[in-house]
């Protein structure tokens, strides 16, 4: 995550958490109650536009006499008859022909080819599904619920930098069979949990305001071709806009926004609460706020006051609404970066505070920590780890940094030795009543915002060899093995929109990969993946019996 405010501390990855033992505290936590893919490089697949102009057949004239077709007439000796009955048979198969390849150009139907770079399914044509890529894109997308109609279309302002890539029908075309359609409930809202026996969560920027990313570098807007959101540099206070975000969603099975909060009345805080959870399509998604420590908190014990404040503030406006995120009806909120507030010797004194402030508001709060990060400490009965007893849970927001910042592609190994330490840290949580939420994430490249700093670029491919996704594939493979059923069987992605650290699973226009520049790259292939990373996610967590169908396999 990237502080999108020139004026405020940029949050750099950590190295290593330091664990220092603070003294135990006096009041801990409120007891509860309560298949494998072609090769995408360099292709964007084939699919139609539904433009393409078809071969129509010469028509057959057949004329029939009344005589001729009277019973008596059908005689075996009338060599004649049966050549007019072989002309209209002739005639009738063409036209059916004619008519089979026009609904094949027309429909978006596409090879298993195709399917390794963005995807098309259900009723969307190319112009609907993947605009063109530039900060202008129109979208007019068909949604993949049952009941639904068309939706409205969303236009951008901005002036396209590059020629759209020319998209060719294939005619050796697969259908493909649209997305599960068991999304909404009788009364006709949307269940966004329908297809999955998983919650998937997200972490969700909403500050993409009238200045997308508030006018911030991002990597993908700096490589050639560039590559844009598939819904163009978009103002998500447009209600048009996280309408096509919430069938994004319904599409991959996520079911939880972890939003990212800077404050009462700031752009993520009014976006979330008055645009998102008061959305039309908002069924039964479910939301919970990302506390920004370093921003809310980061004067150390000065800011505490901030803690009390933004607590009542959130009880007021967030914790009793029907669609925020609660476990055995404790409301949850998500605490970034929590081990650096341990650091500055902060921690237990912001955490009491928000914990008495929301008792006395009626609410017993449930604490996620943003506090997994490399090696698991080593507890004891002896020894308990005392910052396990501050949090409900914890999880690791910073999948790259704690992996090592793995340089080009991390490897089958690397990822393997990481969730092996991640189910070290669930085992140690587990000792001290706490939970654990495991997480995944595509990759990570913040060269576009922070190329000062020299981060290494992650690869979205586990291997030079391997295929678009790959990574994130791989990762979803271990991730749920570590999910906790008390937790919802909760797992966390990094991220739905982060653009900064191109961690995003959100769509990107389809188009020409790119390489350059280096300095941007480092020499790694970016790929205009269109819908790929909604679809990865939405068959690797659909129900064992339910109606996902999106099942890629990849070699590793």
């Known amino acids: 995550m990237v502080k999108s405010y020139p004026n405020e501390l940029d949050p750099t990855r950590e190295e290593e958490c330091v664990h220092e033992v603070a003294s135990p505290m006096s009041i801990g936590r409120f007891s509860s ?240 609460k008055d645009v998102i959870m008061n959305h039309q399509d908002v069924g039964n998604l479910n939301v919970a706020l990302f506390y920004e420590t370093t921003n809310r908190l980061r004067n150390g014990i000065k800011d505490i006051l901030n803690a009390k404040t933004d607590i009542e503030y959130m009880s007021q406006h967030y914790f009793d609404h029907p669609n925020y995120y609660k476990i055995n009806g404790r409301p949850v909120l998500f605490i970034y970066l929590a081990r650096t507030l341990e650091n500055r010797g902060t921690l237990e004194e912001a955490l009491l505070t928000m914990r008495s402030e929301a008792a006395k508001k009626g609410h017993n709060i449930f604490l996620v920590g943003d506090y997994v990060f490399g090696d698991s400490p080593r507890a004891t009965e002896e020894e308990p780890y005392i910052p396990f007893w501050y949090f409900d849970a914890v999880t690791n927001y910073d999948v790259y940094g704690s992996s090592g910042r793995p340089e080009g592609y991390a490897g089958r190994e690397s990822v393997s030795m990481y969730y092996e330490k991640q189910a070290q840290w669930k085992a140690e949580t587990a000792k001290e009543d706490c939970r654990y939420i495991p997480a995944v994430s595509p990759g990570y490249n913040d060269r576009g915002v922070r190329l000062e700093s020299d981060h290494p670029a992650m690869s979205r491919r586990l291997t030079k060899d391997g295929e678009e996704g790959s990574l994130f594939h791989y990762q979803l493979k271990y991730a749920k093995e570590l999910v906790d059923p008390q937790m919802d069987k909760l797992i966390m992605v990094n991220s739905f929109n982060e653009w900064h ?39 690797s967590t659909k129900s064992e019996d339910g109606q996902g169908i999106f099942d890629y396999l990849f070699e590793y």
């Open 33 to 272: 109650n309560g298949n494998t893919l072609p090769s995408s490089r360099g292709s964007c697949g084939s699919i139609s536009s539904g433009n393409d102009s078809i071969l129509e057949p010469t028509p057959i004239n057949v004329n029939l006499d009344d005589d001729q077709q009277s019973d008596n007439e059908w005689d075996e000796s009338s060599g004649c008859t049966w050549t007019k009955i072989i002309l209209t048979a002739t005639a009738f198969s063409l036209l059916f022909g004619a008519g089979l390849l026009g609904g094949l150009l027309t429909s978006g139907t596409f090879s298993r080819d195709a399917v390794a770079s963005p995807s098309n399914y259900g009723n969307q044509t190319v112009n609907e599904a993947f605009p063109t890529a530039s900060p202008s894109a129109t979208l007019s997308m068909i949604d993949n619920d049952s009941t639904t109609a068309p939706s409205a279309i969303v236009s951008r302002t901005g002036a396209p930098t590059e020629t759209p890539t020319e998209l060719t029908p294939d005619l050796t075309a697969i259908p493909i069979p649209p997305p599960p359609t068991s999304s909404v409930f009788p009364d006709g809202t949307y269940n966004y949990r329908a297809n999955s026996e998983y919650l998937v969560g997200v972490y969700y920027y909403p500050w993409h305001g009238e200045n997308f990313h508030n006018d911030g570098g991002y990597m993908r807007k700096e490589i050639v071709p560039r590559h844009y959101p598939s819904l163009g540099e978009y103002d998500d206070r447009d209600p048009q806009v996280i309408a096509e975000h919430m069938k994004m969603f319904r599409r991959a099975n996520i079911g939880l926004l972890v939003t990212s909060w800077w404050g009462p009345d700031r752009l993520e805080d009014t976006t979330t």
């Open 501 to 539: 650290e191109d961690t995003q699973i959100e769509p990107v226009a389809v188009g020409d990969s790119a390489v350059w520049p280096p300095r941007m790259t480092q020499d790694l292939e970016y790929v205009g993946y269109g819908n790929l990373y909604l679809d990865i996610l939405g068959a």
